[in-house]
């Protein structure tokens, strides 16, 4: 039987990165389920206030926001610290924040590498190392937001699946080394989102990949969300795991 403890409902979350798209849905998810949430952001101040303003009308003091550049590791502490000023615990980590744009051999460059490298795998670790103590306190729970790329990766993104392949294996050692306090965990979305603004995923690249997926269809934001939900609701007994949602897509390359 699931004690309080155990339940999304009364669970302080921060996630990265959470102010628009999937980050958005996760936390809608989360709240909709009792969560009280600290959503950072980085440039998407608007939709972050918005988020905001839409979950405290649902249920007062329940939703903070932070601005922060994770590429400076020095700020990340200052994440946890005001989360817990503000709520009074930490119980839920989600490291969703992540830069995503192709890098061909030949043309890769510093830039490139810490910019990569920097939001998809070198913050998750230091925001992890500043939070460790407080989620061990509470017994609490991490979730890193992949991709279904790491196992077979897309050609022309060369240091974003480095990175995300990073992830995973970031997140299989710490369910080494936090557990038994905290478990860590994974969702891998597949075809779920397009990318803003990039002209590489035209129709025809879109059809492609749908066809490729064994459910014929993109996901939805919210599949995602659940996925996320599900590890931190419903898997008491699950550490260690990457949960592939991605339509049955990387069965089928």
Sequence with gaps: MNTVKDTVKNKVVLITGGAKRVGAAICRELHA??????????????????????LNLLRPNSAGIIQADLHNITVLPGL???TVSLFGRLDVLINNASTYFPTEIGQINEENWYDLIGSNLKAPVFLVQAAANELRKHHGCIINITDMHVERPKRGYVIYSVAKAGLVTLTKSLAHELGPDVRVNAVAPGPVLWPD???QFDEVYRQRVINQTLLKRTGQPEDVAKAVKFLIYDAAFVTGHVLAVDGGRSLNL
């Design 33 to 54: 389920n009792g969560a009280q949430l600290m959503i950072h952001y980085k440039n998407s101040a608007v939709e972050a206030r918005a988020l905001q303003a839409e």
């Design 80 to 82: 946890i610290h005001e």
């Design 197 to 199: 603004d990039n002209p």
